[in-house]
Every structure is written in C-alpha cells, then in structure tokens.
C-alpha cells in the first residue's frame, strides 16, 4: 500500500523562496509595518546608550523601507556611515530615493558580499524568517565586531491555546519560533557571545505614552481617543502587576513581547 508524501513540491519551496522577492509581503502588509519604526529605533538608541556605543559604520539587513535608519542617522554622528540591505524589490524602490551623502541601500543578500564590514549590523526582526538561520548568522558573525537583534517571542501559552504560530507564518512569514531561551541558545550555539538582552515590549503596547502629534485635532475625537486608551489600560493593568512580580513567567505565559540582544 502507497502512503502519502508529505514531502513539499518544488511549487510550495519557490513560494517560501520567492515571498520576499515577488510582491507577496508587501500585498499582506502595504505598510511594511511603518507604525512599528519609531517604536525600533528608540529601542536600538537604549541598548547603545546603556552601553556607551557610538558607531561610526552600521548596517541594517532587511531594511524595509529604510525608515528605521533615517531616524537613526539623525542621533548618530554626522559622520557615521549607513548602509540598508534589503531582498525585496518593493522595499528597495521605496528606500532608494531617501538615499544620502551617508545613507545607501543595496538590492542585495548581505552573505554575498565578502569583504564588508560595520562597527555594528542590526537584524531587528529578521531571524524568524530565514530558512537556515544557523549558516546564516555564522556567515554574518565576522561582518561587524556588534550586532543588535530583535526577536518576537512567538511561543507563550496564549499563542498555543489560541493558535497563533500558523497565522504568523501566513501574514508574515515566519518561519521559525521562539521563546526568550530559545534565542540566546539559538545565538550561543552559533557562535555568538550574549552581552545583554532585554524584552522591549510591543510597539502596540497601550501603557507607552502617546505623542501628542498623533492625538486628532478635534475635541470630541481627543475625547474618544483618550477614552479609548484608558480603557485599553485598564485592561492591562494585570499584566502590567504580573511583568513586576515575575517578567519572565508573564511573557512566557501571556507573549506579547520582543526580545532585544547585544551580542558580538
């Protein structure tokens, strides 16, 4: 008797290859997640001021739509050197014309160029959508002598009750999950020497402040929108009492949240 094949046809490898190269993420998410920029650049300012870091070459793998690096560029030296790596014709295009004096982008794998090297790379969100992560950052690991990396703590108790890992990997790809140990085994057993982790949250987190230029102008919309915000955080109020009794246990059980890595 014939069993079935569960092995996946050359159609359904091309579709996981080609998700970033055709325009299949851009038409699930038009925004490139723009909202969550600002929320990743304050979190790569805290990790290198908590360490003194001032880097005169960075590189950014997987730049999007290089928003994240035009706001870095404006609290690092005049000096510092950028450069955006992206595989996505679509996020190219739409980086490109922000190109400066000290700021560029290449359409390009990051593992193809040989002979580079930056004071420090980022991969912020990137790592869950690589199909062999550990070739990959081993290639990368004499790229730059710091790396700064962001993951989403995809695994808690809430997501696997909910079933939430197939619908991260439909709309946005990801390919691989993670827990807080998880990631810093991941890194260790590639190579890689941990300086500091932290959870940096969720960009969506209703307890951060709101800047006022995101508040509507007229009186009755402020009203809503702050109705509607201290309502959000009454709601997480529970979480916000669970995160200071025990950090780890909440995220492990309730998620929602990031890991943020220095490593070298």
């Known amino acids: 008797m014939k069993t079935g094949s569960t092995r996946p046809s050359k159609k359904e490898v091309a579709i996981v290859a080609d998700r970033y190269t055709s325009s299949e993420y851009l038409h699930k998410n038009p925004t490139w997640h723009a909202d969550e920029v600002p929320w990743k650049a304050q979190q790569i300012r805290r ?6 870091l001032v880097p005169h070459s960075l590189c950014e793998v997987g730049c999007g739509t290089v928003a994240i690096l035009r706001l870095l560029q404006q609290a690092l030296p005049g000096d510092c050197i950028l450069w955006g790596y992206e595989i996505s014709p679509q996020a190219f295009a739409l980086a490109q014309p922000h190109a400066n004096y000290h700021l560029h982008f290449k359409l390009a794998d990051i593992q193809q160029e040989p002979e580079v090297h930056y004071d420090l790379i980022l991969l912020m969100d990137v790592l869950e959508h ?9 290639n990368l690991q004499l790229k730059s002598h710091y790396k700064v990396i962001q993951l989403p703590l995809d695994i808690s108790v809430r997501s696997v009750l909910r079933g939430d890992l197939i619908h991260y990997h439909e709309q946005y790809g990801h390919l691989h999950y993670f827990t807080k140990e998880l990631a810093l085994q991941l890194l260790k057993d590639a190579g890689y020497h941990v300086l500091d982790n932290s959870y940096s949250g969720q960009p969506a987190d209703p307890t951060l402040p709101v800047p006022w230029h995101e508040f509507p102008s007229h009186p009755l919309k402020i009203v809503r929108k702050v109705l509607g915000r201290l309502k959000r955080q009454g709601r997480s109020l529970p979480i916000k009492l669970a995160v200071r009794l025990n950090e780890d246990l909440t995220v492990r059980f309730w998620g929602t949240s990031r890991l943020l890595i220095l490593a070298e």
Request: hydrophobic share 45%; proline share 0%.
């Open 47 to 52: 990790m290198l001021a908590q360490h003194q």
């Open 130 to 138: 690589l199909e062999d992560y550990f070739s990959w950052l081993r």
